[in-house]
């Protein structure tokens, strides 16, 4: 068996042919097209210095790869590496603000770059918001995220601290020129509902969703480095909910503005050892994008509307279907087991509770390689009775594992079992199941 059989590999998640992909960065819409930049190398080599990837789309669905739209400047201000942050439109032009890299600072400075729409890529940056000062204590200082409100600019940037995480705030009138404005919010480093809250906070986005700011941070701290995306709204002490309970969803991203309302994509990590994935010469993806809402202070998220382009003809009984290597399976709101059967012991269950209100997923006998990682993972407030939504709905991609519940928990994991397709399906009664569209997979644009 080889070490990357193809069912391994996603078709219809953003993921390059070749090479490491990881924080998805500044999604956008530009004349009807959502443009969507990611950190990308083109090798498995994470000493290589990140660029800034670039993908497009007319309908959230089909994407195409274009050649980098950033790369690192030798001697600027970003020479080891471009890494997150958002991107905007500002009188017609398309700016992107992002964390520059040198290996000699203690921070990854605030950058600004424009959109050369000829040349296909973003122009020399220019540093645009001072280092913090030595005396502030600050550990940690990266991706900006910068959005429009009250006839000005506002720009969020994470921080750690030797106290706290934060996110500090600055204020702008064209963009350009910053102002420090304190922190829009902190938090020491604490635990709440099993989560750690971190040292610092990766990847701020403020996300407006039903009238309010929801802040979006990815928790990290210097040793145990990245740990999982919380949210909480803006205003008081920030009490963070986990907005996927999975293990391989990081870095959220969101699109604040355009026709298909605002959107949150997410780095789907790998759930496989190193030594795995750099022999397969490629790694990371994008998860689908998500459309999100409040129940209280929880953000929830569903699969934007226009994923359902992907499915092929009619859906057919899940229960006994033999499905390949990208399917979506849905279940309705009732106490039950959703299997994957991929070989000889090798399955992914998802356990559906409705006296207890909890959806649980087992991803530990995935697969007989050692190598992967598999794992379990539980969300109670699982179900809305009054939504239309299913009780649950997977997405099969290859290794990419995406669940949704009806009251908007999702669980993001990665399956990387020896047996090829064909696979089986046991579900409860009334699951349907659609194939997927493989033909979807991104293309390198020729230029």
């Keep these: 068996m080889p070490a990357n059989p193809s069912h391994h590999v996603p ?29 990308s190398r083109s090798t ?14 007319p309908d959230l669905v089909h994407w195409t790869l274009h050649r980098p739209a950033m790369s690192p400047v030798p001697g600027g201000p970003d020479a080891d590496g471009c890494w ?12 992107a603000y992002y964390s520059g890299k040198l290996d000699h600072s203690n921070f990854q400075s605030v950058l600004l770059a424009r959109f050369d729409r000829d040349a296909g890529s973003f122009g020399a940056p220019v540093q645009v918001v001072d280092d913090p000062a030595d005396h502030e204590g600050i550990t940690m200082f990266r991706d900006p995220f910068v959005w429009r409100e009250d006839g000005g600019w506002r720009m969020a940037v994470g921080a750690a601290g030797a106290e706290e995480a934060s996110i500090r705030h600055y204020r702008s009138d064209d963009g350009v020129r910053w102002r420090y404005a304190g922190p829009l919010a902190a938090l020491p480093r604490t635990v709440v509902r099993e989560e750690d809250t971190g040292e610092g906070w990766e990847c701020p986005q403020i996300l407006p969703v039903d009238g309010a700011d929801v802040a979006l941070v990815s928790a990290w701290s210097h040793g145990e480095g990245p740990s999982s995306v919380l949210a909480f709204p803006l205003g008081g002490t920030p009490v963070p909910h986990r907005v996927d309970h999975g293990q391989n969803f990081y870095a959220a991203s969101v699109m604040r503005e355009g026709s298909r309302g605002p959107l949150v994509f997410g780095w789907v990590t790998e759930g496989r050892d190193r030594d795995w994935w750099r022999d397969a010469g490629w790694a990371g993806a994008i998860s689908l994008p998500r459309r999100a809402w ?7 998220t569903e699969p934007h509307p226009d994923v359902e382009a992907l499915r092929l003809g009619s859906p057919r009984p899940a229960d006994g279907a033999v499905i390949g290597a990208q399917a979506e ?12 059967r991929f070989g000889d012991g090798e399955h992914l269950e998802i356990h559906l509770d409705v006296a207890a209100d909890t959806v649980a997923i087992d991803g530990d006998a995935a697969s007989a390689d050692e190598r992967a990682h598999g794992g379990r993972a539980v969300a109670g407030e699982a179900f809305d009775p009054g939504s239309e939504r299913p009780g649950v709905r997977v997405f099969l991609d290859g290794s990419v594992v995406e669940v949704f519940t009806s009251a908007g928990r999702s669980f993001t994991t990665r399956v990387y079992p020896l047996a090829a397709p064909p696979w089986h399906v046991e579900a409860p009664e ?11 997979r991104p293309v390198v644009a020729a230029r």
Excluded: M, Y
Aim: charged share 20%; hydrophobic share 40%.
């Design 44 to 57: 498995t080599d994470t000493a290589q210095p990140v660029e800034w990837g670039h993908a497009t789309s």
């Design 294 to 300: 409040r129940v209280g202070d929880r953000l929830a």
């Design 84 to 95: 997150s942050g958002n991107t905007v439109l500002a009188d017609g032009e398309l700016r």
């Design 329 to 340: 399976i849905v279940v309705p709101e009732t106490t039950g087991t959703l299997r994957l």
């Design 430 to 440: 009334g699951s349907l199941v659609w194939d997927l569209e493989t033909a979807v």
């Design 11 to 39: 078709q219809f998640h953003i993921r390059l042919p070749r090479g490491f992909l990881n924080d998805p960065n500044g999604p956008v819409e530009v004349d009807g097209t959502v443009h969507l930049f990611f950190q």
